[in-house]
Nanobody
Framework: QVQLVESGGGLVQAGGSLRLSCAAS????????MGWFRQAPGKEREFVAA????????YYADSVKGRFTISRGNAKNAVSLQMKSLKSKDTAIYYC?????????????WGKGTTVTVSS
């Protein structure tokens, strides 16, 4: 059974930092691209950052470029999101995502989320 478990969320003042972690189990972690999405109250879930299965390729939403850094440790089956210079608009539930594609098929797994609240 695949499990993605997020941790590290909390309450932080604007300008502060947080580090989110996602522990994966039940999958061959190094085969999966990993990412983070977030969903603010009343809004749709949106992409935040992603990292390729080797860790060499990273992608970021424009809204977080230069402030967030995604990394992974394949030996630890974990992916992290370092968030700096947090803004009130970063307040959301952050979800870990793991995805793999084979031909025309795509499989995605989601964690249950961790809440980040940025106070202004």
């Amino acid at each position: 059974q695949v499990q993605l478990v997020e941790s590290g969320g909390g309450l932080v003042q604007a300008g502060g930092s947080l580090r989110l972690s996602c522990a994966a189990s039940g999958l061959t972690f190094s085969n999966y691209g990993m990412g983070w999405f977030r969903q603010a109250p009343g809004k749709e879930r949106e992409f935040v950052a992603a990292i390729g299965w080797t860790g060499d390729s990273t992608y970021y939403a424009d809204s977080v470029k230069g402030r967030f850094t995604i990394s992974r440790g394949n030996a630890k089956n974990a992916v992290s999101l370092q968030m700096k210079s947090l803004k009130s608009k970063d307040t959301a539930i952050y979800y870990c995502n793991g995805g793999i594609s084979e031909g025309i098929l795509t499989c995605n797994f989601w964690g249950k989320g961790t809440t980040v609240t940025v106070s202004s």
